[in-house]
């Protein structure tokens, strides 16, 4: 079947950057929300996954475009829908719900997210209740029931979210703010064999 030549280059290049593992992080950056962003990059990389954030502050046609390569990039979701103001959530959530990603869908409390979009029901959010635990506990369970044959225990998940807090406070705001996920890990993994043990603190 013919394919028109200009359409060609960028199945080519959805291929190429498809990550099966891959998770597209559609939350607020705000220092508020800085906990359950651990929680979320903490539980989700405890399975293997690798999330991807779109924190550059750009003007919209490049951002959009950049938002809409993360999200075809990747084969799932995470959508917060805490902040009824911030419409952008919305917004790159139907995109994702558009293209067919399995995606988590989270909001603070109940009917907030319904208030972003009248299509979802009360069955299609976890209300986390701006606790970080209780986060991990509900994503790890969507984790489990659509990404992953992993089951690591609740307690081992709780702990490495606590070990990333206390790894921001080691570093610093400014320095850990600019790791991306992955660096995140490697750092908390090197600390730790660095230490003999995991970063300790108050919490």
Request: proline share 5%; hydrophobic share 40%; aromatic share 10%.
């Amino acid at each position: 079947m013919f394919s028109p030549p200009s359409r060609i280059p960028l199945r080519r290049q959805i291929r190429k950057r498809f990550d099966a593992r891959g998770i597209f992080l559609n939350i607020p950056y705000a220092v508020r929300y800085t906990r359950l962003e651990l929680a979320v990059i903490a539980t989700a990389t405890a399975y293997g996954l690798r999330p991807v954030l779109a924190k550059q502050q750009v003007v919209f046609d490049v951002r959009f475009k950049r938002i809409l390569e993360l999200i075809t990039s990747c084969a799932f979701g995470f959508t917060d829908l805490s902040y009824e103001k911030r419409m952008n959530m919305p917004f790159e959530l139907g995109i994702m719900m558009a293209m067919g990603k399995d995606c988590f869908i989270v909001s603070r409390r109940k009917y907030s997210g319904l208030a972003s979009i009248s299509d979802l029901s009360l069955g299609d959010i976890h209300y986390h209740e701006a606790d970080p635990i209780r986060l991990v506990k509900g994503f790890s369970r969507w984790i489990e029931s659509n990404c992953s044959l992993k089951r690591p225990p609740i307690v081992e998940l709780v702990q490495r979210y606590h070990a990333f807090v206390r790894l921001r406070r080691a570093l610093g705001k400014d320095d850990f703010d600019r790791l991306s996920p992955q660096e995140i890990v490697d750092a908390e993994i090197g600390a730790r064999r660095f230490f003999g043990v995991r970063i300790v603190g108050r919490q």
